[in-house]
């Protein structure tokens, strides 16, 4: 039988402490090799999806630079549409197929403003993004592989919702510490084990100094 949502796969580089990213928000853990791997990676899925705070802090492009292949449709969550105008998302969809998912709560204002790009105006949720209803929508529209680039609030939506099939993370060499920098998954977090996310190693292989570990969830 086939899913009613795309397969979701969750990638991140971290540090050996499980840090996504500093207390000031440096994320360039990741190697030249390691970066070439994940847009190899970004080239075999139909889609790629990040936060709002992640827009914020890289201004990421989202894009296949250091492979072979097609971009994937870009979509970003960002329930109140506040996205800049001057980012690098908004000033490449003409190029590149790019949905906003905000919520019912978004402005009238906001939402204007983003109809006034060339990209695509997803309202999905009342006053928060509902990711289960997302992801049938984004399946109705031939969606089938789905990868999760997000921060540490982005991806417990996701583990919280029973949302993620795999989970591809490179270990890199270093030790951020820090309360405040940013962990793999933020979030309240799960009270109990019995209620975590149980994960089944599926593969282990070195790339000189980092590790890449692929999971599946179970």
Known sequence: MEKSRPHVILSAGLSLDGKIATRTGDSKLSSKKDIVRVH?????????????????????????????????????????????????????????????????????????????????????????????????????????????????????????EKLVDEVIVTLTPFILGGKDATSLVQGEGFAKISQACSLTLKKVYRMKNELILRYTTS
């Open 40 to 160: 190899k990676l970004r080239a075999r899925v139909d889609a790629i999806l990040v936060g709002k705070r992640t827009m914020m802090i890289d201004d990421p492009s989202l894009t296949v630079k250091y492979a072979k292949g097609k971009n994937p449709i870009r979509i970003i969550l960002d329930s109140k549409g506040s996205i800049k105008p001057d980012s690098k998302i908004v000033k490449t969809c003409r190029k590149t197929p790019t949905i906003i998912v905000v919520s019912e709560k978004i402005s009238k204002r906001n939402f204007s403003r983003l109809q006034s790009y060339n990209l695509e105006v997803l309202k999905c949720g009342q006053t928060r993004i509902d990711l289960k209803k997302l992801l049938q929508i984004l399946r109705s529209k031939n969606i089938k592989k789905l990868l999760v680039e997000g921060g540490g609030t982005t991806n417990w939506s996701f583990f919280k």
